[in-house]
Structure formats: C-alpha cells, structure tokens
C-alpha cells in the first residue's frame, strides 16, 4: 500500500513578515505628509495650506481637552464632532435597515425586482449633493433632512449587496424549507439572513465611508454645528490651520469607524470562515 503525503506550504512567522507588512502600509501615507509638508513650506502655497504639525496640534487643542471631568474632549467635540458622528449614524443605520428589508423582498421576490427595477435604478443615478435642497424644502432645516440625505445616499450599496447576497443563498434551499414547512420567519433568521450576511456586511463598509462624505456635503448648508459647518466657517474667516485640522479630525474619524466596524464584522461571520475552510 502506498501512502499519499499531502503537503503544505511552509508557514513563516516572525517580526520580518510583519515589520516589512507595517513598512509598506506607512508608505504611502508618509510620502503624502511629506508633499504636504512642501506644499505647506511654499511661498505661494503656504498660505493656504497650514504645515501638518500646526494642523496637528490645533486638531488636539480644539478637540481635545486637559480636563478630566469631560474625559480629556474639547469644546468642538461635544459642539460640532459628536453631533455630526451621531447623523451619520443615524443615516447609516435607517439605510441599513430599510436597505436589508427591501433587498431580502426583492431578492426573495422575483416579481418584485421586476417592478420596481426601473425606479430602484433611477434612484440610484440621483445624485445625493444635488437633492440637499430638496430635503430642506420636505423636511425643514433641523437634523432630519441631513439624516434622510444621508439614509439615501447611502442606501444603494446595502441594497443591491443584499439582493445579490439573497440570489447566491439559491433557490433550491428555499424550496427545501417549503418543503418541509419550515415558517417564513425561521427561514428568514436562519437561511436567508445567515446566506446573505457576507454580502450585507460588504454593503455597509462601502456605505460606513460613503456616510462621512454625505455627512459633510449636508452640513454645508443651513447648519449651525458640524463638521461641514466647521469647514465652511474655517474657510469663510481664513482660518486655514483649523481648516486643515478639521481634515485631519475627519481623517481619524474614518478611520476609527472602520477599524470598530472590522471588529465587529469578524465576530458577527466568524461561523462564516469556519464554515468556509471546513468546504476548502
């Protein structure tokens, strides 16, 4: 009797492998801060562009705090930081939850997909600035056409993600579970949503960073807080350093999301990769 030997491919583990990963993910951005930084040392361009280290530090004087009783946040946190994080929020979690129940309808339905292609499609062409106006007339001037704006602009990459994640479970699952009588709600917790939540989790990444853009587009207008109105304000009164600093709030803010947003993704499929390399 002979005896296949299935071999692997040597693992590599050490500091070399991980230092030389962090070394190619700062490049980038390091090479970015130094154009900055030239940019900002020009005679012409200098005075507008604030040098990173300035915008660095009247990022964490305006944001940040010494006091401990505001657990070490500024007055613009609480003022203009919060409040916006907290519409995009919002935004984004109607739009996931509007996004999710109609892609499972849709993709669950064909007939449905059908009708309401044509309008779905037209939606998606709208483009969320130009509808700022729009959103004001219908909904006033608070928080609630900013967050509207937001849930709509935001929408489509939770849906179409979910219908197709909804089209790859298969039909022949779903047959099954008729079949069996299994009740429509079993089958939505425990087959469709399950089967479609990959694709749902793509969805809203792309929607988590889209929500930011829109987020600053509808504070521009008719705010009395924000990020957006905080840039406008810098941009109005010259105040270019708190402009670039604002920039850089934004830029850590996105980046704070999507790092929660990955933990969370990895806990919520975890069963998903284990079923995977099972299958592999």
């Known amino acids: 009797m002979t005896t296949a030997v299935k071999s692997r491919a040597p693992r590599t583990h050490g500091p070399g492998i991980t230092g030389e990963r962090i070394f190619l993910r700062l490049v980038v951005p390091a090479v970015l801060v130094g154009i900055w930084w030239a940019l900002s040392a020009g005679p012409g361009t ?18 940040l705090s010494p006091d401990i009783s505001s657990l070490f ?23 996931t939850a509007a996004g999710v129940a ?5 993709g669950s339905v064909p007939v449905l997909a ?7 499609h037209l939606g998606r062409s709208l483009p969320s600035p130009a509808l700022l106006g729009v959103f004001f007339l219908l909904f006033g ?29 298969g039909h022949q699952r779903l047959q099954a579970a008729a079949v069996f009588k299994i009740r429509p709600l079993d089958v939505l917790f425990n087959v469709i949503l ?18 930011l853009i829109i987020m600053i587009i509808s504070e521009l207008q008719k705010s009395k807080n924000g990020l957006g109105y905080l840039l ?10 708190n402009f670039w600093a604002i920039l850089i709030v934004l830029g850590l803010l996105g980046v704070a999301l999507n790092v929660l947003f990955h933990i969370v993704e990895r806990r919520a499929l975890s069963w998903h990769r284990g079923a995977t ?3 592999d």
């Open 46 to 63: 200098g005075l507008f562009i604030a040098s990173p280290w300035a915008a660095l530090v009247r990022a964490g004087e305006e944001f």
């Open 73 to 95: 946040l500024g007055e613009a946190t609480f003022q203009h930081l919060i409040p916006s994080l907290a519409r995009a929020m919002a935004g984004l979690a109607l739009a």
């Open 102 to 106: 109609a892609g499972i309808a849709l």
């Open 114 to 120: 059908s009708l309401f292609q044509p309008l779905i």
């Open 141 to 169: 001037t608070g928080d609630s056409p900013k967050i509207f704006l937001i849930a709509f602009g935001v929408v489509w990459p939770i849906l179409f993600n979910t219908i197709d994640g909804v089209n790859s479970i």
């Open 194 to 211: 399950p089967g479609a939540s990959p694709k749902i989790f793509a969805g809203v990444r792309t929607s988590l960073s889209l929500s």
């Open 232 to 241: 406008v304000t810098t941009q109005r009164t010259f105040d270019y350093t």
């Open 277 to 279: 390399q099972q299958h």
